[in-house]
């Protein structure tokens, strides 16, 4: 059995302007960077032990990433998985989030988006990998909101696209023989 648990990346500036950043590359802010400490001093309250720590090619899951192996006092290269990079959005990249925008993100209705079930099966299918790689291990991921979404909405009718997922929050997973187990969604840290 592999235990794994996703974080959201650290606020960006895109975030706090409620700009859809999808791939783009942007940095965590100061904000941000405070998250990733608060997250990192939670896990070494609660659950310190990892024996892998990995995150998406963006620079802001590599920040939340660095700080948080820092304050766990990790002592292993972080793995860059391109696997778990956020969702493709398109022509939607840039746009402000309002209820209308969303709902055509729901709908799959920009161009260039990754398609919802696309981005379901990539999610259940990188982690599945991970479990594969790892068996038996605590694996911890920085990664992007409709990731862990992308993967939550398989395993949780409770959790939507629509769902809060705060920056730096934890939802953890567990999985054995390709089968997922006792999915917990979005824990805050601070």
């Known amino acids: 059995m592999t235990k794994i648990c996703l974080i959201r990346h650290g606020q960006t500036d895109w975030n706090k302007l409620q700009r859809i950043q999808g791939r783009i590359d942007n940095p965590i802010n100061m904000i941000g960077s405070n998250q990733a400490k608060t997250t990192g001093l939670y896990l070494k309250k609660h659950d310190p032990k990892w024996d892998v ?12 990433a660095e700080i948080i192996a820092q304050q766990l006092n990790y002592q292993h290269p972080i793995i860059v998985n391109p696997n778990v990079i956020e969702r493709e959005f398109g022509e939607a990249d840039g746009v402000i989030i309002t209820p209308e925008v969303y709902q055509r993100i729901i709908n799959d209705d920009y161009k260039n988006l990754e398609i919802t079930t696309t981005l379901q099966q990539r999610a259940r299918n990188a982690i599945i990998e991970i479990g594969r790689k790892y068996p038996n291990q605590k694996v911890l991921i920085v990664t992007h909101s409709h990731f862990i979404k992308g993967l939550f909405t398989t395993l949780d009718l409770g959790v939507t696209f629509t ?6 929050s934890l939802s953890y997973i567990t999985i054995e023989n390709d089968e997922f187990h006792s999915p917990i969604f979005n824990i805050k840290t601070d």
């Open 53 to 64: 720590i990995m995150c998406s090619p963006l620079s802001r899951t590599i920040q939340t």
């Open 163 to 168: 769902s809060p997922l705060y920056n730096g």
